[in-house]
């Protein structure tokens, strides 16, 4: 099975900083990664697919990066609605491991 | 606009069953794959298990291996979870969600709005 590791656990970042979240997998799951976003009391919603696609609606300060193993969730500018906790996921292959998450505080 | 509506959760002591259903409108439900997440109170999400569009194929967590037991009715459009042998660590709110292809990978699209289901004595 594949394992996530995300980090950090949580941040917390000022309006307009650019601001990086990373995972990485315990093997290889090729572009298999993907990023969710969730605010309190709601459904998780897709940002990043394949690693690097962004979903339709998705704002375009928000970016996504691999290398290896190594993944990484950007967010260029940050905004004050972007104030939730950050999920990566690995669908290479069930179980469809997620990262612990990284909660996202606005100062 | 699609959508995925789950239904079913509530308070079941341990030991207890439950079925969990989720209905799907506004897409063809019979061509995607889809899951159960779940989410324990103030902790991560946990994908639960999959099923194929077909229904032919299905994986689980180890965590839910052997108690659930997830399924489809594809004429209803209708996704399913069935819980036997209920623990208190299953305690969680439990999502449907979507599977979609694209870019050569595929991800979780669509996802309820999730169903609260509570083991406890």
């Known amino acids: 099975d594949s394992q996530m590791a995300q980090s950090p656990s949580s941040l917390s970042a000022s309006v307009g900083d650019r601001v990086t979240i990373t995972c990485r997998a315990s093997?290889?799951?090729?572009?298999?990664l993907n990023w969710y976003q969730q605010t309190p009391g709601k459904a998780p919603r897709l940002l990043i697919y394949a690693a690097s696609s962004l979903q339709s609606g998705v704002p375009s300060r928000f970016s996504g990066s691999a290398s290896g193993t190594d993944f990484t969730l950007t967010i260029s500018s940050l905004q004050p609605e972007d104030s939730a906790t950050y999920y990566c996921?690995?669908?290479?292959?069930?179980?469809?491991?997620f990262g612990q998450g990284t909660k996202l505080e606005i100062k | 606009e699609a959508q995925l509506v789950e239904s079913g959760g509530g308070l079941v002591q341990p030991g207890g069953s439950l079925r969990l259903s989720c209905a799907a409108s506004d897409f063809t439900f019979n061509i995607y794959e889809m899951n159960w997440v779940r989410q324990a109170p103030g902790k991560g999400l946990e994908w639960v298990s999959y099923?194929?569009?077909?229904?032919?194929?299905?994986y689980y967590a180890d965590s839910v291996k052997g108690r659930f037991t997830i399924s489809r009715d594809n004429a209803k459009n209708s996704l399913y979870l069935q819980m036997n042998s209920l623990r208190a660590e299953d305690t969680a709110v439990y999502y449907c969600a979507r599977i979609t292809y694209g870019s050569g990978s595929h991800y979780f699209d669509l996802w309820g709005q999730g169903t609260l289901v509570t083991v406890s004595s």
């Open positions: 093997q290889s799951i090729s572009s298999y």
């Open positions: 099923i194929s569009d077909s229904g032919t194929t299905i």
């Open positions: 996921q690995q669908s290479y292959s069930p179980p469809y491991t």
